[in-house]
């Protein structure tokens, strides 16, 4: 563990998921005293997977747990890109930002949040699950917190991680409006891996389809459908709503997949929401990262990878100063332009698919992508 003059600061993460998790190794490697609060008792989390990429591959190596990581999925190092009848149009290498190590991963949800738990845990975060915000006061100096359970605690600074619906956000900017629904939903369910998916596969047209690897046995498809009303399915008619809507897909493999898709509870559905907050990202002493200030659609592979970067960056800031407010503002300064450019594009490339934009030549934007996430944080 670094020892550092942070030492005698201690902080609150609001939110024990990727982002938070991150910030927490992050922090504690900076020598920073620090409690995480987790609302869900449980800890849980839906148990298809997440596509990491080249960026977040590197961002782990820093984080120090690369090869718990590793271990935990599946690595590999292009992207195929197939017309919806599965003739492969593309191949598009990944590039390798840590020597050694493969350029991007699949990995279960699961598998991820038990990484960074324990990470966590290990690192001397004291971790509290079934437990949010009452209040929540800042100072000038220290923020004042009281929790769900009547305790209270004062800490130098906070950090909200808590998602896409943020509660913290709504508590600092409470104009601000939330997340917009896109038109757009993802249907996700795991199969036994086929062993030709050795990457990540991605079929071009509507539905857009796409296998991930998560490990040596498993691998998980993602199907992405207009829903412009934005329907309620009874749980007990998910699979076959899955099902109908690729049972006719062009693929004869898709189509076989289709045909296995049975188990309701197996189907994870979602419907796509995207926001960008363009003004500040703290407010004094309290701060925010990952989908609280940044919720992209997954089009780009990168919403969990960008809340592993923001970890890394706002840790390295406050770890640099012991002004608060210029610490967020320059790790505000230094995520902006990466994020924006994540958030926009993905949510082009699904208006190009929904027909509501120019279509989006899928090859072109995931290796501009790389290009532009390979340069450092
Ligand atoms: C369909 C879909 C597919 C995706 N696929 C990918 C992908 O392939 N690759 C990728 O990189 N990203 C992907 N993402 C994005 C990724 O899941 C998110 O960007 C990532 O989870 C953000 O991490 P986070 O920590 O900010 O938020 P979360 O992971 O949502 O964590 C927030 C945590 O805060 C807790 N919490 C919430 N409110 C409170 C509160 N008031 N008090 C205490 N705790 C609270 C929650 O229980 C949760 O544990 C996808 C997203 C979607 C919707």
New binding site residues.
Partial sequence: MEETRSDQRHALI???????LSAAIALRKKGFKLDV????PEWSVYGVG???QTN?VRAVAELGILDDYISSGYGFDHVKIFAPNGMEVAHVPQPTLVEGYPAGVGIGRPALQKVLGDATTRAGANVRLG???SDIEDTGTLVNVTFSDGTNSSYDFVIG????????RKRIFPDIPGPQFTGQS?W?YNFDRVEDVQGLWVYNGAPGVGLVPMGPDIMYMYVTTPEPDNPHFAPSTLAAEMRSRIENHPSESIRNLASKITDNSGVVY?P?EGMMLEGDWAKGRIAL????VH??T?HL???????IEDALVIADELSKSDNVEEAFRNYRNRRFDRCNYVVKNSLAICMGQLGKGPAIDNSKATAEMYQIVAEPI
């Fill in positions: 609001i939110g024990g998921g990727i982002g938070g609060i987790e609302r869900d997440i596509i990491q977040v437990l949010t915000v991680a808590d998602g896409v619906y943020s509660d913290t993802v996700r979602r796509l990262l990952g989908d609280a919720a992209t997954p592979g990168q919403g969990a990878g960008l809340a």
